[in-house]
């Protein structure tokens, strides 16, 4: 559009961010980093050379008016690999410049830089959910918030002691993140955590940084995982818990972690979030004890390279058919055919297989980490296949051994 082709986009230098920070609190309502650690942390994970601002020159200091940038992550995919990805994150555009085309130029910048630096995908958290399908992305995790009943009791009968423990901070940040590698070995799409984003997760918690009416984080050690809550004091009366992250390599330390945090004495209310296919439910003598509240996406992923997206996770099935895809916005189109054998897959350019399934890249996006059902994309008209068998051959292949879950939101 016209007006924006006075605009200038670049990458970001050091001067930018203290504008970044106060454009990123104000487009969402919160506090821009208080002090020196949580800015030096944020700056540590965020290089100059993965954010793209723009600039109003016409106006008078040229204003910053966008904003977009990525982490460079790394996620578990189904069968425990790692790959890494592009982030996307801290995205907004000044309210005084929206719907100008702003979003879409940073956006195209970041693609064609991805796509430069040979990312087979890039996922992001979405504030909204009709802005991202055009730039690629497809909804591919979802959670559920939940409101668990008072003191609820498990079906499977308490150990004779518990390996359940309360631990400080300190403790606990000695064994979190290899606890966490191996949640995120055992459920795929967990986005890892390095020393910066540990050192985020621990300043996040100091009391500067969290309302007054919250007591500190509690940690909980189990030998194969831990789970964090707070104590919110809003309400006059009893304190609500709000339990902030299960992260369990096993069920049974899923079990014993949750036996503590679904009966809590003396709190009015136990609430949290549950990746979906969680089994929290069906451990519970009365499953009612779960109540969903809110049902959201979480993880947005787009592919930008189909064959290398394919071939780095692995299959609950075989299947050998064409794979036609629809990329409008990026170059990762085309027809392909799947060669899925042993739970490996094979991509080359071209038809071939049996039958024909076609689909959007954004719908690729949604059945990568096996958390939608490729029936109900077809359902809804967004998967096509040649015949019913090829459609429910399809569907399996992306089912994984264990619920995908995401860890952090970013
Ligand atoms: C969302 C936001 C970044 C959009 O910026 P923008 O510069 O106004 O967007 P653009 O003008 O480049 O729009 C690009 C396209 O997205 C569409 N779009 C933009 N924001 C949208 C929204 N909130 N809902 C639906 N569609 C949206 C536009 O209609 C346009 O579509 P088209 O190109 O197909 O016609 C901006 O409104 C904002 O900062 N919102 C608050 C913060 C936020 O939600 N950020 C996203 C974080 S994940």
Redesign the pocket.
């Known amino acids: 559009m016209a007006s924006e082709h006075r605009l200038q986009f670049r990458h970001a230098v050091d001067d930018d961010w203290p504008e970044i920070f106060a454009a990123d609190a104000r487009?969402?309502g919160s506090d821009a980093p208080r002090d020196d650690a949580l800015k030096a942390n944020e700056r540590g994970r965020i290089a100059n050379e993965d954010v793209v601002i723009a600039r109003d020159p016409a106006l008078p200091g040229e204003p910053l008016v966008?904003q977009a940038m990525y982490y460079r992550l790394a996620m578990s995919v189904p069968g425990g690999a790692r790959l890494d990805f592009p982030g996307l994150t801290w995205?907004?555009?000044a309210a005084t410049?929206?719907?100008?085309?702003?979003?879409?130029?940073l956006l195209t910048r970041l693609r064609a830089k991805w796509h430069a630096e040979g990312h087979p995908i890039a996922a992001?958290?979405?504030?909204?959910g009709?802005?991202y399908g055009?730039f690629g992305f497809g909804p591919a995790l979802f959670a559920d918030d939940v409101r668990i009943d008072d003191r609820q009791e498990m079906r499977i009968p308490a150990p004779k002691q518990s390996q359940v423990r309360y631990a400080t901070a300190d403790q606990f940040i000695q064994v979190a993140p290899a606890l966490y590698e191996r949640w995120a070995d055992v459920h795929p799409g967990v986005m890892l955590r390095d020393e910066l984003w540990w050192e985020d997760y621990l300043l996040d918690d100091r009391p500067s940084a969290r309302p007054f009416t919250t007591g500190d984080r509690q940690y909980l050690l189990h030998p194969d995982g831990y789970a964090t809550y707070h104590l919110d004091s809003t309400a006059p009366g009893l304190p609500a818990a709000r339990i902030e992250e299960v992260v369990a390599a096993t069920d049974e330390a899923h079990t014993e972690l949750w036996r503590v945090l679904s009966s809590l004495d003396l709190v009015v209310t136990t609430t949290g979030t549950l990746p979906v296919g969680d089994p929290l439910r069906f451990k519970l003598v009365d499953l009612r004890g779960v109540k969903v509240v809110d049902h959201y996406d979480t993880l947005w992923v787009a592919i930008l390279d189909v064959p290398g997206a394919l071939r780095a996770r692995t299959y609950a099935r075989d299947l050998d058919t064409t794979l036609v895809v629809d990329d409008p916005v990026g170059e990762a189109g085309g027809s392909y055919r799947l060669h899925i054998a042993d739970g490996t897959a094979t991509v080359t350019e071209g038809p071939g297989g049996t039958g024909e399934i076609a689909c959007a890249i954004t719908d690729l996006g949604s059945l990568y980490f096996g958390g939608v059902d490729a029936r109900s994309l077809a359902a809804a008209g967004r998967v096509r296949a040649s015949s019913p068998e090829l459609l429910t051959a399809f569907a399996d292949v992306w089912r994984t051994a264990a619920h995908p879950a995401t860890g952090v939101d970013f």
């Open positions: 487009a969402f966008g995205v907004s555009v410049h929206r719907r100008r085309g702003i979003l879409r130029e992001l958290w979405a504030s909204e009709t802005i055009r």
